[in-house]
């Protein structure tokens, strides 16, 4: 089984910036489309970014475009979520898994992400 470790989140005001990272220590994700989603309070986990297995394309939800880029760094075994410009709405738990339901890894911890002045 493969254990996906989120972290980097934290308290940041808005228009203020935060990078995640999601590590799987155990075994390569590389040949899987990833995504980075999140679950606010009382809502429902919704798909914000991802990126295929070989780094091109992206996609991005209409909430998080322009302000929110995916990568991943293959050597690092690595998918990171650059955020920049903040908003409230930004709110959630922050989680990384695969795009494709059949594929999907157990879900981890989530990293929270909490903006607010």
């Known amino acids: 089984q493969v254990q996906l470790v989120e972290s980097g989140g934290g308290l940041v005001q808005p228009g203020g910036s935060l990078r995640l990272s999601c590590a799987a220590p155990?075994?390569?994700?590389?040949?899987?489309?990833m995504g980075w989603y999140r679950q606010a309070p009382g809502k429902e986990r919704e798909l914000v970014a991802r990126i295929s297995w070989g780094g091109r394309p992206t996609w991005y939800a209409d909430s998080v475009k322009g302000r929110f880029t995916i990568s991943r760094d293959f050597a690092k075994n690595t998918v990171y979520l650059q955020m920049n410009s903040l908003k409230p709405e930004d709110t959630a738990i922050y989680y990384c898994?695969?795009?494709?339901?059949?594929?999907?890894?157990?879900w981890g911890q989530g990293t929270q992400v909490t903006v607010s002045s």
């Open positions: 155990e075994r390569t994700f590389s040949n899987y489309d």
């Open positions: 898994n695969t795009v494709s339901y059949s594929s999907r890894f157990p």
